[in-house]
T-cell receptor, first 107, second 115 residues
Framework: GIQVEQSPPDLILQEGANSTLRCNFSDSVNNLQWFHQNPWGQLINLFYIPSGTKQNGRLSATTVATERYSLLYISSSQTTDSGVYFCAVNRDDKIIFGKGTRLHILP | DSGVTQTPKHLITATGQRVTLRCSPRSGDLSVYWYQQSLDQGLQFLIHYYNGEERAKGNILERFSAQQFPDLHSELNLSSLELGDSALYFC??????????????FGDGTRLSIL
């Protein structure tokens, strides 16, 4: 089946820093989503981005479907950005998640 | 607030038992998805319903079943529970019918602990 790999697995940054999270997938997909799971366990859909670039405030995402990767950019990090970031791809009516990137933003 | 309601928030039960988890989707959403998040397996897609019909199955065990009712709420039934079924179970909803092809909105989850 399709493999979804996220990197880095862990990231520790000072407040105000920028970061780039990567999601690689092993085969063509119908779509891709980015999610944030906050320290309280809540999952929030950040972007639905099968291709192209989208921006929402300090967050932006780019998916290059032909090269099978997506990037999530977080600028001017805040402590509330801490948590785990997951990407998930859809292929053959199945949704497959990566293992996530755990982000710690230090005050 | 995502608009997706899951009950109960916590459930503690014993091996061999059966439980039912409930999900009410956002108003206007016709799709409901169920996911399992465990320490060893990570986040896994279980099943997708659209307007009462099953649309896609993921890694759902035969001991598990789900349905979506005419009022669009959904229930996930877990039977013959094992220790490994301890996990956080999420429900999500979206507007359309294509599996995973639209932004999904998640409930807060039901934490199931098997003793």
């Amino acid at each position: 089946g399709i493999q979804v790999e996220q990197s880095p697995p862990d990231l520790i940054l000072q407040e105000g820093a920028n970061s780039t999270l990567r999601c690689n997938f092993s085969d063509s997909v119908n779509n891709l989503q980015w999610f944030h799971q906050n320290p309280w366990g809540q999952l929030i859909n950040l972007f639905y981005i099968p291709s192209g670039t989208k921006q929402n405030g300090r967050l932006s995402a780019t998916t290059v479907a032909t090269e099978r990767y997506s990037l999530l950019y977080i600028s001017s990090s805040q402590t509330t950005d801490s948590g785990v970031y997951f990407c998930a791809v859809n292929r053959d009516d199945k949704i497959i998640f990566g293992k996530g990137t755990r982000l710690h933003i230090l005050p | 607030d995502s608009g997706v309601t899951q009950t109960p928030k916590h459930l503690i039960t014993a091996t061999g038992q059966r439980v039912t988890l409930r999900c009410s989707p956002r108003s206007g959403d016709l799709s409901v998805y169920w996911y399992q998040q465990s320490l060893d397996q990570g986040l896994q897609f279980l099943i997708h319903y659209y307007n009462g019909e099953e649309r896609a199955k993921g890694n759902i065990l035969e001991r598990f079943s789900a349905q979506q009712f005419p009022d669009l709420h959904s229930e996930l039934n877990l039977s013959s529970l094992e220790l490994g079924d301890s996990a956080l179970y999420f429900c999500a909803s979206s507007v359309g019918s294509q599996t995973g092809n639209q932004p999904q909105h998640f409930g807060d989850g039901t934490r199931l602990s098997i003793l």
